[in-house]
T-cell receptor
Framework: DQQVKQNSPSLSVQEGRISILNCDYT??????FLWYKKYPAEGPTFLIS?????DKNEDGRFTVFLNKSAKHLSLHIVPSQPGDSAVYFC????????????FGGGTRLMVKP | NAGVTQTPKFQVLKTGQSMTLQCAQD?????MYWYRQDPGMGLRLIYY???????DKGEVPNGYNVSRLNKREFSLRLESAAPSQTSVYFC???????????FGAGTRLSVL
């Protein structure tokens, strides 16, 4: 059973509008959450993260929101740009020695000019 | 600064053949990881090495072995490849003091 789920396989938005990517998790032990961005034929690259002690973290056009009671996090991209078109993965970890990441299935974002 | 380097980038095997995927990082990271990516399933952890000299199983270790050759290098071996091992394989590394993993560009493997 997947502990981290991204229920929308794809999302299409217009350039300049907001993109909202969602992620749900089931394991209440997760205490650190990350978003990765992946272009074709490249490895995932780190985008933004949030600790469970916070409910929001912002970095430029990217903001991650965490709702622990709902076990839900979201990534907001404002404004969206065509270069943001990629697959986005959310990931979660328990703060132990291994820091293994559990990934969601990914959401393909397409930003139309 | 190359980061995490994986070789080869592409490989085609026949069922039953063996091969080793190589991974090296130049960031002096203690922890290294091997993942596989399959459509709709995200990345799943195969094995990891929290530090030089240690290795542990991840979520999907069956059919694979690993070697942490030194601090820089972490290899993944398929002893007898099966079509179910057709996937894209990613290696990653992490500095102990932070939770961010840094990924290589991947190896695309097809087993016929």
């Amino acid at each position: 059973d997947q502990q981290v789920k991204q229920n929308s396989p794809s999302l299409s938005v217009q350039e300049g509008r907001i993109s909202i990517l969602n992620c749900d998790y089931t394991n209440s032990m997760f205490d650190y959450f990350l978003w990765y961005k992946k272009y074709p034929a490249e490895g995932p690259t780190f985008l933004i993260s949030i600790s469970s002690i916070k409910d929001k973290n912002e970095d430029g056009r990217f903001t991650v929101f965490l709702n622990k009671s709902a076990k839900h996090l979201s990534l907001h991209i404002v404004p969206s740009q065509p270069g943001d078109s990629a697959v986005y993965f959310c990931a979660a970890s328990v703060n132990n020695a291994g820091n293994m990441l559990t990934f969601g299935g990914g959401t393909r974002l397409m930003v139309k000019p | 600064n190359a980061g995490v380097t994986q070789t080869p980038k592409f490989q085609v095997l026949k069922t039953g053949q063996s091969m080793t995927l190589q991974c090296a990082q130049d960031m002096n990271h203690n922890s290294m990881y091997w993942y596989r990516q399959d459509p709709g399933m995200g990345l799943r952890l195969i094995y990891y090495s929290a530090s030089e000299g240690t290795t542990d199983k991840g979520e999907v270790p069956n059919g694979y072995n690993v070697s942490r050759l030194n601090k820089r290098e972490f290899s993944l071996r398929l002893e007898s490849a099966a079509p179910s091992q057709t996937s894209v394989y990613f290696c990653a590394s992490r500095r102990t003091v932070e939770n961010i993993q840094y990924f290589g560009a991947g190896t695309r493997l097809s087993v016929l």
